[in-house]
């Protein structure tokens, strides 16, 4: 996607957070603990950084993953993945 970038990871020991750019469900995001707007100004731009707990759902994490792709990704390939769940 030409140097669009729609998560950024980092594990450090047992400390594993990761940004999402989220459009729509920034706020649901921002209400699980652990979770802030994203630092170096992308907070504002709709980045949210999550630290997940070990009673967080994965499919709601890999929903969040999804939504920030789907952000950035250009409309040709958009709908190919419309094409895909049919």
């Given at each position: 996607?030409k140097g669009?970038?729609?998560?950024?990871?980092?594990?450090?020991?047992?400390?594993?957070?990761f940004s999402?750019?989220?459009?729509?469900?920034?706020?649901?995001?921002?209400?699980?603990?652990?979770?802030?707007?994203?630092?170096?100004?992308?907070?504002?731009?709709?980045?949210?950084?999550?630290?997940?707990?070990?009673?967080?759902?994965?499919?709601?994490?890999?929903?969040?993953?999804?939504?920030?792709?789907?952000?950035?990704?250009?409309?040709?390939?958009?709908?190919?993945?419309?094409?895909?769940?049919?």
């Amino acid at each position: 996607m030409k140097g669009k970038t729609f998560v950024f990871m980092r594990l450090d020991g047992d400390d594993l957070s990761f940004s999402v750019k989220l459009p729509h469900s920034r706020s649901k995001a921002l209400a699980l603990p652990g979770s802030e707007p994203t630092h170096y100004g992308l907070g504002a731009k709709g980045w949210v950084t999550l630290r997940p707990k070990a009673r967080t759902s994965v499919a709601q994490l890999l929903s969040f993953v999804d939504e920030s792709y789907r952000a950035i990704a250009p409309r040709r390939v958009l709908g190919v993945l419309k094409a895909t769940r049919n």
